[in-house]
């Protein structure tokens, strides 16, 4: 698998992976869906634009956490060996993050207990137990990325993308799109948008 150290207008870098940012599809909407149905489907699709970029990273661990070995592009205007302190940086900073949210949903177990008194489905008990079973999840997926063998290969394209997001986004957003396309992440674009 490879894996994209991309740089943020801020800086920083993040980890990319175009297998996991394919644009969500577009349900079809019906004139015979009910107010309901509708409202239910803006909630459902807000929703989903809200939680993109952590479903997006969360997916990204999963399958890291199922591979052994991941060859890492990062570009050629890093030094490798800052390129793999970044790279064990992002890990450690998404270990210790769904350890925090794991325990915080666990302790706020409890206090939703009492709401199974009332007749109908508990859902915040249902919410929080399913939420800290998935950072469980994504804390020993992390911890697994940690200890991958890793490739790291510098890229010349990626130092292009460097220089890129760090223009105004409208004059970048087109140059990222066409290098996406040049390096073979044909999403590359909504990383930044």
Do not use: C
Request: hydrophobic letters at 40%; glycine letters at 4%.
């Amino acid at each position: 698998m490879n894996l994209y150290l991309l740089p943020t207008r801020a800086g920083d870098y993040f980890l990319y992976s175009g297998e996991h940012d394919a644009p969500p599809t577009a349900e079809p909407v019906t004139d015979s869906e009910s107010t309901a149905q509708e409202l239910w489907a803006r909630a459902r699709k807000g929703y989903d634009r809200l939680t993109r970029r952590r479903r997006q990273k969360e997916l990204l661990l999963k399958s890291l956490g199922a591979l052994d070995r991941v060859r890492i592009l990062y570009p050629s205007s890093l030094p490798e060996k800052r390129a793999r302190r970044i790279y064990q940086t992002l890990i450690q900073k998404e270990t210790a993050k769904h350890k925090k949210w794991m325990i915080v949903n666990t302790v706020a177990l409890p206090v939703a207990v009492p709401l199974s008194l009332i007749p109908g489905p508990n859902l915040l008990l249902a919410y929080l137990a399913w939420r800290s079973v998935s950072h469980y999840k994504m804390k020993k997926a992390s911890e697994k990325a940690a200890e991958l063998e890793l490739d790291f290969v510098p890229d010349g394209l990626l130092a292009e993308l460097v220089d890129l997001v760090t223009q105004w986004p409208f004059r970048a957003k087109h140059r990222i799109r066409k290098l996406g396309d040049r390096l073979g992440l044909a999403h590359l674009d909504q990383a930044y948008g």
